[in-house]
């Protein structure tokens, strides 16, 4: 991908780059515009630049669509699945589009695509993306199921929201992945993750031209104490979706309690009556793990 008209910043010098040679290069690549960000397979695209097309119908997506049957299987797929089941059996791609809404589509299409970004070569970053991967569809599931329960927010939006949640940490892992000898521990991998996944995820989320309040999600998604005036938005959604996530897990331990940040007093607060809970994993887990399995498989 042309990194031409991306807008970098020199950034910052940092006491953490010391004696850290991937965070170093992470930095020199930011600074000189030689990152390496992940580019979404060109049918994905054309599919988005269609369905954003003001001429675009059912039909003529269709078309594009169908240029992969893959993706094709997969749209007729869920728009058979219980969360979205009708009457009739949906058996083809313009029937698919129907029940699902051209924007619904596209957040799904999109989603696809975003597991081929995941890939490295060295089985230990390799690794890493899959977890990666496994983390992001986690909280992209938990994240729709909040939605869909919660007044003003989109499901679909509030699943690709979560799924790129953690985009930033791609392109770092990728630079291990093509400079091992920058790696003499697992913990500068870690570092450098820490130091540069907010300004990275920015800049895959501008390459991509995804809208503007997902660069807010990247930057945020680990702001736990994050406080704005208004209503909740779809970083709030993902940051408690982030803390659902690590329930049951050791990571839990090293944040926040739920109840403690403004995302839940925001989305939970003054519905207390409301199934959208601490104990969310419980109430709708089979909700959540069909949605994860669409994800991943």
């Given at each position: 991908m042309d990194q031409s008209n991306l807008e970098v910043e020199p950034p910052p010098a940092r006491p953490a780059a010391e004696g850290n040679p991937l965070l170093q290069q992470c930095l020199k690549d930011m600074q000189t515009r030689n990152i390496s960000l992940p580019t979404l397979p060109d049918i994905s695209l054309k599919i988005r630049k269609a369905i954003n097309d003001e001429r675009a119908n059912n039909s003529r997506i269709a078309r594009v669509v169908q240029v992969d049957p893959a993706i094709t299987g997969r749209l007729i797929h869920i728009a058979?699945?219980?969360?979205?089941?009708?009457?009739?059996?949906?058996?083809?791609?313009?029937?698919?589009?129907?029940?699902?809404?051209?924007?619904?589509?596209?957040?799904?299409?999109?989603?696809?695509?975003?597991?081929?970004?995941?890939?490295?070569?060295?089985?230990?970053v390799r690794r890493r993306m899959q977890e990666l991967w496994a983390h992001s569809s986690y909280v992209a599931a938990i994240s729709a199921v909040m939605a869909h329960k919660t007044h003003g927010f989109d499901p679909d939006r509030a699943m690709l929201a979560g799924l790129v949640h953690d985009i930033g940490v791609v392109p770092v892992l990728t630079c291990a992945d093509r400079n091992p000898q920058l790696v003499a521990q697992v913990q500068q991998i870690d570092q450098a993750i820490e130091e540069v996944r907010a300004e990275m995820g920015r800049l895959v989320i501008k390459a991509w031209n995804f809208p503007e309040d997902f660069e807010d999600v990247v930057v945020n998604a680990e702001n736990w104490y994050r406080e704005t005036p208004g209503e909740a938005d779809y970083t709030d959604l993902v940051i408690l979706s982030q803390l659902?996530?690590?329930?049951?897990?050791?990571?839990?331990?090293?944040?926040?309690?739920?109840?403690?940040?403004?995302?839940?007093?925001?989305?939970?607060?003054?519905?207390?009556?409301?199934?959208?809970?601490?104990?969310?994993?419980?109430?709708?887990?089979?909700?959540?793990?069909?949605?994860?399995?669409?994800?991943?498989?």
């Open positions: 058979n699945s219980p969360l979205y089941l009708g009457r009739k059996k949906i058996e083809s791609c313009p029937e698919a589009l129907t029940r699902l809404g051209l924007r619904a589509a596209q957040h799904f299409i999109t989603s696809f695509a975003l597991k081929s970004v995941f890939q490295a070569k060295s089985a230990y659902h996530s690590y329930v049951g897990t050791l990571h839990i331990h090293k944040c926040p309690a739920i109840d403690d940040i403004p995302a839940y007093r925001k989305l939970i607060g003054k519905h207390k009556e409301s199934d959208i809970s601490r104990n969310i994993l419980d109430l709708a887990k089979e909700e959540i793990r069909q949605i994860q399995n669409m994800l991943t498989d």
